[in-house]
C-alpha cells in the first residue's frame, strides 16, 4: 500500500467528522486552528525563504538561539534543522488547542466532552499538521534546489505528517482517556455520597442517643458528688459546732469557778 492511499485512508474518519458530526464549536475552533496555522508560517517558516541570502536566525522553542549562515545553504544539515525545528512546536499547538476545548466544554456546560475532542483533533489534522508540513516542503524543494527548485525532487513529507498525527492522536486518546475516568470517578463518587447520606441518617440517631446517655450519666454523676460534698459539709459543721460548744462549756465552768458562784451553786443543792 502506497503512502498517497494510507494517507487518504486514515482521513477519511476525520473528514467525516467535520461533515456529519459538528459541534456548535466548529466555527470558532476551525477559526483558531487555521489562525494557528498562519502564525507559525508566518513566524517559524517564512524566514527560512531567505535562507541562501540572508542565513538563518531563529530562536528554537527551548530558548536556544539558531543562527545558520546562507554558506551551509542546501546542506543535509540545514535540511534535518529545518524539519526538527518546527516539531516541538506543532506538538506544543496540538496540546494547548486540545486542553482549550476542554476547558472551553467545562465553562458552558457543553458535553459530552469526547465529540468536542474528537472534532478538534480533526482539525488541527485537516488545518494545521497537514498545510505545515506541505508548507515546509515547498520551503525544503527551494533550500535543496539551491535557488532553482526544478534541479531536485519534491520531498515527500507524509512520513512526517504522519508522525505529528500519531502524536495528535496519542494526545487526544489520552485526553479521552480521562474525561471517561473522571466521569466514572465522579459517578462513584455521587454513588457512595448517596449510601454515606443512608450512613449517616442510620448510625446518626445511635449517635446522638448515646451522646444523651452521656449527658444524662454526667448530669447525674454531678448530682451524687454535689450531695456527698453537702453530706461532708454538714458532718464538719457538726463537728466544729461540738467543739464550740465544748470550748464554751469549758470557758463557763471555769468563769464560774473563778467567782465562787460554783461552790454556792453546790451548797445550794447540798443542804
Known sequence: MNKSVSRQERREPSEA??????TE??????????????????????????????GVKLTNFYGKPIDMPASVYGQSSADVAFFSFIVPFLQDAIVKTLDETLQTCRARGLGPEEAYIRETAALLDGYLID???????????????????????????TDEIAEMVKFLDKCKDEMIQGIKAAETQQNTAVAKEGKGDVNVNIFGDVQAGNLQIAQDASIHDQSVIKEKKRDLVRKALKIVGAIIV??????????????????????????
Open 246 to 271: 465544748g470550748i464554751i462549756g469549758s470557758l463557763l465552768a471555769d468563769i464560774l469557778c473563778g467567782f465562787g458562784w460554783f461552790e454556792r451553786i453546790k451548797r445550794l443543792f447540798t443542804r
Open 131 to 157: 498545510p505545515i508540513y506541505r508548507c515546509m516542503a515547498t520551503i525544503d524543494w527551494r533550500i535543496r534546489g539551491k535557488g532553482n527548485p526544478k534541479s531536485v525532487g519534491r520531498r515527500d513529507v
Open 17 to 22: 467528522i467535520l461533515r456529519n458530526e459538528n
Open 25 to 54: 464549536l466548529l466555527p470558532v475552533t476551525r477559526q483558531k486552528v487555521v489562525n494557528l496555522c498562519e502564525t507559525l508560517k508566518r513566524e517559524k517558516l517564512t524566514p527560512w525563504l531567505w535562507f541562501n541570502s540572508r
